[in-house]
């Protein structure tokens, strides 16, 4: 079901790029271009560490749909497939966090 969400959402976003910046948020942070978008998902994390550290659940929750959506226009926006960021995770599966993040150091 997750997937599905995420999967619909992000043909969505694929699908604004030939919306309309007057009739579309999404197409507008398009037409603004990735600076916009990057300046988008630095406000919503900001927002999320935030609303984390303030203890407010449903505040978090929200804030945390922001920053992934922010964060899905940012791979739509750069044509980075949903399967290749669930390859990805998929790919680290079973993997110490220490060794990943030391392999990408080397």
Partial sequence: MATDVLTELYDT???RKRANAQDSYVASLYRDGLDKILKKVGE????????????????L??????????SLVLMAHKDVPLAE??????????????????????
């Fill in 44 to 59: 919503e994390a900001t927002e999320t560490v935030i609303a984390a550290k303030s203890g407010d659940r449903a505040a």
């Fill in 13 to 15: 976003l694929q699908e």
């Fill in 61 to 70: 929750v929200h804030e945390l749909a922001d920053l992934w959506f922010h």
């Fill in 85 to 106: 960021l669930t390859a990805e995770l998929a790919r680290r599966r079973g993997r110490s966090g220490l060794d990943e993040k030391n392999s990408r150091s080397k």
